[in-house]
């Protein structure tokens, strides 16, 4: 039995609150909503797992990753992989080496392969990235997510490139999801208030510390950026296990900083924070996405404008730097808004 | 010349300075005293304007208490901060062109060069060199030249002695006598009270944000307030 | 021999671009710790005037490149006016996602504004064709890029050792509000940093555009990244760092064009960031790392 510390047990709490908002949006989908909406809250729910995969390491080491997009995308690859029929696969990567297309693996062997597999991925760049300089750590994911796109579109005989991986059992639902979003939710409030978490925190914080800290403060910051992928990894698990195709493209920029926003308009010192930006910009972009398609609106017939919703992503990112640095939430998790702080 | 009435300073949130007034009268050596953690610097940089500060900071009868930090050493202000601060990846002769650096006039500005260089023989011989590799007491007398370069009227100087082997802080104060008898006017910030008493008319004693004693430097010398607050010994 | 010389050429041009762009960031940096991910957009600033200047049929090269660089300038300089003022006091992580936003704004701008396709513009075609110097035929726009790039270094640093606002700048990337009590305005040391920054960028868009002969939104995220990636090498905020970092990738770059097999050619960067990662596991900090001129300000 593991012994909690009484902020792990309001982390508890606070998990558990928010276990109930995404209960809530579940079911009033569930019921109410159209196909396509559910695709769309699907989608939000995996946008979660993201945000809170890259809340681990952001939000604790507070090292600005730009890399996320491409660590979910290996997971997806990788369970795609293992769990797509043989003769389906033998029509899909005709030319697959190391035998690729002549096996394939039930659901969950196939997940824990592509969790493993990312996991030990992320351990090998990590220990490049925990060294460097917050800044430094940057651009080398930047330079990652280029990379393994490059390598997600350079081997067509692997991963298809731009063309879709078709045939992925399509095991999931929304129930399966919002399942797993709260098991995340309740992980990463668990680290947040473990040792481990509040100790990076404080490093963060104070960076001469931190440096005195030496050799720890790497280990910490590897042990979140680890566990921050395996969430990645989840999620794109996710997403391959309900749409039943991938590709190349939504690893990239656009999902990149799709979630940052999202990420940094709640807050990403807070697990709360994660989950309120990420459900504010899933809905919020469907009314913007609606005025690119070049609506008639109020008689009007106005232009198709591509392009609107990245530029509200983006203005979004700035305000919020520009008025509120630390996202509408700050510091404060879900709880600490029912019940009144102790001094 | 420099005037203040009731000033408060503040560093963020917090208050360092509960609303000082003091005066500098043209030509005079004025010296702040007080203990650690008094509020002396934060009165210099609410002066020089780096700190947020209310009240009235007034400067050859102009009120200052808006302007922005250039502007004031536009005035004719300027500052040897605590610390020193100088440019260590600049050479000495780059620190001294940056002081001087509202000085258009480039044959005015190599006249002062030459100057100041002529008073300070050892910076002269380390002209080229990079100003990091300097002693401490070296590095005090560059921070100081370097304020010189403006041409201002008034000098604050933040803890001058600070750190040095007496032998640098006897320099250190011959040249700030002798600076006064050229008739600059400096606002002097010590702790070393004897040394500043020594040099200053007129002294200003703070302790936690408050000005607790004033007088001219003999009245306030013999004060026991002084060694109270300084010596902490009540 | 030619060959040899065509490659050495070829790493230099590289190397001399993804200087320019470096630099530019270094100084921006140096100053005030901003991580500019908008700079590629500033590069795409200048490819698209020179579609406007195409597109009012003014095809004299000189007010072409000219034109293209002063607009990189304006760019970057109201760029800092408008986005980057509010976060100049900010801690660096604020300002790096200032600046991502931002450069999510600009592309997606032209994207609506202009085209997401490639624009075609050839009125700098006319930099590029083959010489002979001493029997070796080398291509002329690598040739100019490299000259430029060296003159630039040079003006640069003269302007860095000469001038009141050059000692300024790299006064700043030491002790800004020691700067600002000698009296120097410190919107006029940002100006200028950006400016310059501006200007690198506008003359590595000149030798971009030369090569590729069209612009879309995404012209600089290349280069930059390239360029980032130099800087971090060379140490960040270093300025000389920042060159050595963007010769030594260029060297790494065309050495890996020439080492591997043509079946590989779709993943030299891939080797070029694996041989960076080297460099940064014996050196964390990069090379010229600027944390130990700063460490002597306690
Ligand atoms: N940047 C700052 N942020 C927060 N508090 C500050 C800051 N600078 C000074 N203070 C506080 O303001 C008070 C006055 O400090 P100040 O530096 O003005 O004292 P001082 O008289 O110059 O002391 P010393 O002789 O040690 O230099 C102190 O309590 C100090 O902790
Ligand atoms: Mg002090």
Redesign the interface.
């Known amino acids: 039995m593991i012994r909690l510390s009484s902020s792990q047990r309001s982390g508890l709490v606070g998990a558990a609150l928010l276990a109930l908002v995404l209960v809530a949006i579940g079911l009033l989908t569930a019921y109410f909503g159209s196909r396509y909406q559910v695709r769309l809250v699907y989608s939000a729910y995996v946008n979660l797992i993201v945000v809170l995969g890259l809340q681990v390491f952001m939000g604790n080491a507070r090292i600005t990753n730009l890399s996320h997009s491409a660590f979910m995308g290996i997971g997806a690859y990788a369970a795609a992989l293992c769990v797509t029929p043989e003769n389906i696969k033998k029509i899909s990567l005709p030319d697959a080496p190391w035998g690729l297309a002549q096996f394939s693996l039930d659901p969950v062997v196939s997940a824990l392969i592509a969790v493993v597999i990312t996991a030990v991925l992320a351990l090998l760049l990590g220990m490049l990235i925990v060294r460097l300089t917050s800044i430094g750590a940057t651009i080398v994911t930047l330079a990652i997510l280029v990379i393994i796109h490059a390598i997600f579109l350079y081997r067509t005989d692997i991963f298809k490139g731009n063309q879709a991986f078709f045939g992925i059992p399509q095991v999931f639902n929304l129930t399966s999801v919002i399942a797993i979003a709260i098991l995340v939710v309740i992980v990463c409030r668990l680290f947040r208030e473990s040792r481990w978490g509040i100790q990076l925190r404080a490093s963060a914080d104070d960076e001469v510390g931190a440096a005195a800290m030496g050799v720890q403060i790497y280990r910490l910051r590897l042990i979140a950026w680890v566990l921050g992928a395996v969430i990645l990894a989840v999620a794109g698990i996710c997403y391959a296990y309900f749409l039943g195709t991938i590709s190349a493209r939504p690893f990239y920029f656009n999902h990149v900083f799709l979630t940052l926003a999202m990420l940094i308009l709640g807050g990403m010192r807070t697990v709360t924070g994660a989950v309120l930006g990420t459900f504010l910009i899933s809905f919020g972009l469907e009314g913007v996405r609606y005025l690119e398609t070049g609506p008639v609106f109020l008689g009007i017939d106005l232009p198709e404008a591509l392009g609107l919703s990245g530029i509200a992503l983006g203005a979004v990112i700035v305000l919020t730097m520009a008025l509120r640095p630390t996202g509408i939430m700050g510091n404060r998790e879900i709880e600490t808004l029912f019940v009144r702080q102790r001094h | 010349m420099l005037t203040i009435q009731d000033l408060h300073v503040f560093h963020g949130p917090i208050e360092a300075v509960h609303g000082i007034s003091l005066e500098v009268e043209q030509g005079k050596c004025i010296s702040l005293l007080g203990p650690n953690g008094a509020g002396k610097t934060s009165t210099i940089s609410a002066i ?1 304007g ?1 700190a947020r500060s209310t009240g009235l900071v007034r400067f050859e009868g102009r009120d200052l208490s808006r302007d ?3 502007a004031r ?2 005035a004719g202000i300027a ?1 040897s ?1 605590e610390g020193r ?1 100088i ?4 050479t000495v002769l ?1 620190n001294l ?3 001087a ?2 000085q258009k006039d480039a044959a005015e500005k190599a006249k002062d060069t030459d100057h100041w260089f002529s008073l300070f023989p050892i910076l002269a011989e380390r002209r080229d060199q990079s100003a ?1 590799t300097l002693s401490g007491g070296e590095q005090q007398m560059l921070a100081i030249a ?1 304020a010189l370069m ?1 041409r201002p009227k008034i000098l604050l100087l933040d803890e001058p002695s600070l750190g040095l082997a007496p032998k640098i802080v006897r320099q250190i104060f011959d040249l700030i006598a002798d600076l006064k008898t050229r008739g600059m006017t400096i606002l002097l910030v010590e702790q070393n009270a004897t040394q500043a008493l020594k040099l200053a008319d007129y002294a200003y004693l703070m302790s936690s944000g408050r000005i607790v004693a004033h007088g001219t430097a003999d009245d306030l010398g013999k004060s026991d307030k002084l060694m109270a607050e300084l010596t902490g010994v009540a | 021999m030619e060959y040899i010389v065509q490659q050495v050429l070829n790493a230099l041009s590289f190397g001399a671009e993804y200087a320019l762009l470096a630099l530019g960031l270094a100084i921006v940096f140096s100053i005030m710790g901003l991580v500019n991910f908008a700079h590629g957009e500033i590069i795409a600033v200048g490819g698209y005037t020179m579609v406007a200047f195409a597109s009012l049929a003014i095809g004299n090269p000189m007010i072409v490149m000219v034109g293209a660089v002063l607009a990189a300038m304006l760019a970057s300089l109201t760029l800092e006016r408008v986005a980057f003022r509010p976060v100049r006091k900010a801690d660096p992580t604020t300002g790096l996602l200032t600046a991502f936003g931002v450069s999510i704004v600009l592309q997606n701008l032209f994207l609506l504004f202009v085209s997401p396709r490639p624009i075609a513009v050839t009125s700098l075609y006319f930099l590029d064709w083959s010489i002979e110097i001493a029997g070796i035929r080398l291509a002329s726009l690598q040739v100019f890029e490299t000259l430029t790039t060296i003159i630039v270094i040079i003006a640069l640093m003269l302007f860095l050792r000469r001038t009141v606002l050059g000692l300024a700048v790299r006064a700043a990337s030491l002790d800004f509000e020691m700067v600002r009590l000698t009296g120097i305005r410190a919107n006029r040391v940002f100006a200028i940093a950006f400016l310059i920054s501006g200007l690198l960028a506008g003359l590595a868009c000149i030798f971009i555009m030369a090569r590729r002969g069209s612009v879309d939104p995404h012209l600089g995220f290349e280069p930059v990244l390239k360029a980032f990636v130099a800087c971090v090498v060379g140490g960040f905020g270093s300025l000389p760092g920042a060159v050595l970092g963007g010769f030594l990738l260029g060297a790494v770059e065309v050495a890996m064009l020439v080492m591997l097999p043509q079946s590989l050619g779709g993943m030299t960067d891939a080797f070029v960031f694996m041989i960076v990662a080297m460099i940064l596991i014996w050196r964390p900090d990069g090379i010229l790392s600027p944390a130990v001129e700063k460490g002597d300000k306690l």
């Open positions: 020089t780096i922005s930090v250039e050493i536009a500052v901060p601060r440019f260590s990846n600049l780059e062109t940056l002081g650096a509202l990091g370097r403006a």
